[in-house]
């Protein structure tokens, strides 16, 4: 028991808000978009700076900062059986291009500031207690993400992750060699760890709590996504002298796939079809396109509906090629999942004792807790954000919602690591 408790007080007492806004705030500096958002790339120079910031917080609070080989970055709060298995608790702060301040930064940031309030208790819990920062979660710039994350688990091998290569070349290899010989005075350790349970705090990226007026979302699971890049290949000619009958135009053979696909895809209601980037070769506006380039985001929460879109598309891509060739290649296919109820409990119980409404809801979008989920006890808390509005510069959520989750969350880890 913490003195704390002893005293009729919970770790979400020692919750420093206004620490955590600032700390927000601060992180979102690097890679800030004149929009007010963020693009701050996987292994970039402005996550190696940011790291750096993240590593001295987490110094001056006490605690130990480690890192493994695909540069997942943890802090670690010893417990007062440092050969338990920790309790874990993170996310990533990577960001899409066109990123905001709080997707994945927030989780990160309020596992910090639950760890910085235990070690400002008197008190230990049994067990260690961690944050992490996954490595390359949004897979925007190095394609699949989650490869930190996957890379702990297992799921995928490591030595495939480095050899992917970014659009400029560069591979993931050496942008992560970059990153951790910035991190001279950072330990290394094995990856893969036995983890106790992993809880993992997110923006809602949808409009559920907001608009149900709901401070808390526990997270009863994930939808399954499937992704797929294609490669439609023709040849390069004259916009004005090949007649158009005689060409091999990518583009054009690529926007009928899309369609086709659109269409197969059925309700857009019900099943997330998106084609997020699409680029062409040589792109020059008075050449007819040799090549078209294009990804497949395709989601559903259902694994049959998914397994059988899925399995249409490379079959709708090879009937509407024309006179073009196309490769289809699914580069990740992660099922729908279940978070345990256990967990779930724990997350309604918390919020519940700090007064907090609170409701489950199934999570659209994907987070490193899915990949945790196949290593231990896996669960999530959401927070409300404005309009359900994410990957999107103008990303919002308001002080008090980050002060509900971080609290819930801390009182959580807290009674993961010092219970059964
Ligand atoms: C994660 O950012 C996702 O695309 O679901
Ligand atoms: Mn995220
Ligand atoms: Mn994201």
Redesign the pocket.
């Known amino acids: 028991m913490p003195p704390g408790k002893q005293h009729g007080m919970h770790p979400s007492d020692l919750i420093d808000v206004d620490r955590l806004w600032r700390r927000l705030m601060r992180l979102a500096e690097f890679g800030a978009t004149s929009a007010g958002g963020v693009n701050r790339q996987a292994l970039s120079p402005e996550e190696i700076a940011a790291r750096k910031v993240l590593a001295a917080w987490a110094r001056e609070a006490g605690l130990t900062v480690l890192n493994d080989p695909i540069g997942n970055l943890f802090f670690r709060l010893e417990g007062t059986d440092p050969a338990a298995a920790p309790v874990l608790s993170g996310s990533h702060i990577d960001s899409?291009p066109t990123g905001g301040k709080f997707?994945g930064t927030f989780g990160v940031l309020a596992a910090l500031e639950a760890l910085c309030a235990l070690a400002s208790s008197a008190g230990k819990p049994r067990r260690p207690v961690e944050a992490v920062a996954w490595t390359n979660?949004?897979?925007s710039r190095f394609a699949p993400?989650m490869m930190g994350s996957e890379a702990f688990t297992g799921k995928r091998a490591l030595d495939g992750m480095l050899a992917v290569e970014d659009v400029d070349g560069t591979s993931v290899r050496s942008a992560l060699a970059r990153v951790l010989a910035a991190e001279p005075d950072v330990s290394g350790r094995p990856l893969g760890f036995p983890v106790h349970a992993y809880v993992e705090a997110h923006i809602e990226?949808g409009p559920i709590l907001e608009r149900e007026e709901t401070s808390i979302g526990v997270v009863s699971g994930i939808q399954g996504?499937r992704r797929f890049r294609v490669t439609v290949s023709g040849e390069a000619a004259h916009a004005g002298t090949t007649p158009r009958r005689d060409r091999k135009d990518a583009v054009l053979a690529a926007v009928g796939m899309i369609d086709a696909l659109s269409g197969l895809a059925g309700d857009p209601e019900d099943v997330m079809f998106t084609v997020g980037l699409f680029r062409v070769k040589p792109n020059a506006p008075s050449v007819v396109p040799r090549e078209a380039y294009f990804s497949i985001?395709l989601r559903h929460p259902d694994n049959d509906v998914l397994g059988r879109l899925g399995d249409a598309i490379p079959d709708c891509c090879h009937s509407n090629k024309g006179a073009c060739a196309v490769a289809v290649e699914e580069i990740a296919h992660a099922p729908s999942l279940e978070f345990p109820g256990s967990l779930r409990e724990s997350i309604s119980t918390a919020a519940e004792r700090l007064g907090l409404s609170w409701r489950e809801i199934h999570s659209a979008?994907?987070?490193d807790a899915r990949q945790l989920h196949y290593h231990c006890d896996s669960g999530m808390i959401f927070i409300p954000c404005r309009d359900g509005i994410s990957?999107n510069e103008s990303e919002w959520t308001e002080p008090h919602h980050v002060a509900d989750g971080s609290r819930v969350l801390a009182d959580v880890l807290w009674e993961l690591a010092d219970g059964r």
């Open positions: 899409q997707d979660e949004e897979g993400g990226q996504s985001d979008a994907g987070h990957h």
